[in-house]
Nanobody
Framework: QVQLVESGGGSAQPGGSLRLSCTASGYTSNNYCMGWFRQAPEQEREGVAFISTRSAVTYYADSVKGRFTISRDNAKNTVYLQMSALKPEDTAVYYC?????????????????????WGQGTQVTVSS
C-alpha cells in the first residue's frame, strides 16, 4: 500500500524558514516524480514545486521561485521542500503527491489531478 507522510510543518515568522519532508512507503520512490502542493482556506489547491525521478528537472510556481527549493533523497524515499523568506501568503496546508515515473514528462506538473498518490498534508502558518 502506497503511503506518503508529510512532516515539518508549523509556525514561522515572516522572513523565516521551514523544511517540509515527505516520506514514501509501499513503493520505490525513484520510480515516481513528486510534487508539492498547497491549499489555503477557501482557495484551490495549487502546485508549488515539482521534481523528476532523479532530480534532473525541477519546476516552481512563480510565487515561490527563488525562495523555495525542492529536493529528494531516493535512498531515504524522501522529498523535501526547503522554504525560506516565508510570507504570510505562504500560509496553507502543504501536500506532497506522487506520479508514476513512466509518465513524468509532457504533463502539467502543477495540476493536482495529474498525481496518483497524496499525503495527508501538514499545516504551515506564517505570521508575526
Amino acid at each position: 500500500q502506497v503511503q506518503l507522510v508529510e512532516s515539518g510543518g508549523g509556525s514561522a515568522q515572516p522572513g523565516g524558514s521551514l523544511r517540509l519532508s515527505c516520506t514514501a512507503s509501499g513503493y520505490t520512490s525513484n520510480n515516481y516524480c513528486m510534487g508539492w502542493f498547497r491549499q489555503a482556506p477557501e482557495q484551490e489547491r495549487e502546485g508549488v514545486a515539482f521534481i523528476s525521478t532523479r532530480s534532473a528537472v525541477t519546476y516552481y510556481a512563480d510565487s515561490v521561485k527563488g525562495r523555495f527549493t525542492i529536493s529528494r533523497d531516493n535512498a531515504k524515499n524522501t522529498v523535501y521542500l526547503q522554504m525560506s523568506a516565508l510570507k504570510p501568503e505562504d500560509t496553507a496546508v502543504y501536500y506532497c503527491a506522487a506520479r508514476s515515473g513512466i509518465a513524468c514528462f509532457g504533463f502539467s506538473w502543477s495540476r493536482s489531478g495529474e498525481y496518483t498518490y497524496w499525503g495527508q498534508g501538514t499545516q504551515v502558518t506564517v505570521s508575526s
